[in-house]
Nanobody, 115 residues
Framework: QVQLVESGGGSVQAGESLKLSCVAP????????MGWYRQPPGKKRELVSR???????TYADSVKGRFTVSQDNDKNTLYLQMKSLEIEDTAVYYC?????????WGQGTQVTVSS
């Protein structure tokens, strides 16, 4: 039972920034692979960024150069800094933890970008 809680979503205009947070149970960030995913309206969930167990970070092509993933182990928190937001970034954003072959998901936080 791994509970992940996302926060930081909201409504912004194109070009602005938001920072999402994902609070995880103790030790999860150090023991599990972590990731951010999103589900745009009418589409399936897609990968945004992933951190492997050895610290390797990947980003989807659509967010490279604009989004940055980081974590603070002392606060048990994973972050997603989103800059230069575009209308196409509108989606529900989910935090995920891949632990010992099983993936846990947060409830999601809504990000809405308007022109």
């Amino acid at each position: 039972q791994v509970q992940l809680v996302e926060s930081g979503g909201g409504s912004v205009q194109a070009g602005e920034s938001l920072k999402l947070s994902c609070v995880a149970p103790e030790n999860i960030l150090s023991e599990c692979g972590m990731g951010w995913y999103r589900q745009p309206p009418g589409k399936k969930r897609e990968l945004v960024s992933r951190i492997s167990s050895d610290g390797f970070i990947t980003y989807a092509d659509s967010v490279k150069g604009r989004f940055t993933v980081s974590q603070d182990n002392d606060k048990n928190t994973l972050y997603l800094q989103m800059k230069s937001l575009e209308i196409e970034d509108t989606a529900v954003y989910y935090c995920a933890a891949n632990c010992y072959g099983y993936t846990y998901w947060g409830q999601g936080t809504q990000v809405t970008v308007s022109s």
